[in-house]
């Protein structure tokens, strides 16, 4: 079975602390960021699929490894390491 299957989808009390600890407005705005960047990392990593670009494949991934652990987002960030 799939180690990441075992990870929860979306860690909802991580995300409750950070909204908490930052505020309603900052957590916004991260939030914006982090969709961002994962449009950005996901497009390059289909560019970067696309050209059998291993190096390239392995820094998109690593990206939004990043973008999911630091959003609360535990079986993305598993499936992307």
């Known amino acids: 079975m799939d180690k990441c299957a075992f990870e ?3 860690d909802e009390a991580g995300l409750q602390s950070m909204r908490q600890t930052i505020g309603l407005d ?3 705005e991260v939030m914006f960021e982090s ?3 994962i449009r950005k990392s996901s497009a390059r990593l289909a560019v970067a699929a696309e ?3 291993p190096g390239g494949v392995r ?3 690593h990206m939004l490894t990043g973008v999911f652990s630091q959003f609360g987002c ?3 960030a598993c499936v992307t390491r």
């Open 8 to 10: 929860p989808v979306i």
């Open 26 to 28: 900052a957590f916004m």
């Open 35 to 37: 969709l961002a960047d």
């Open 51 to 53: 050209q059998a670009d």
């Open 59 to 61: 820094r998109a991934a």
């Open 74 to 76: 535990p079986q993305a």
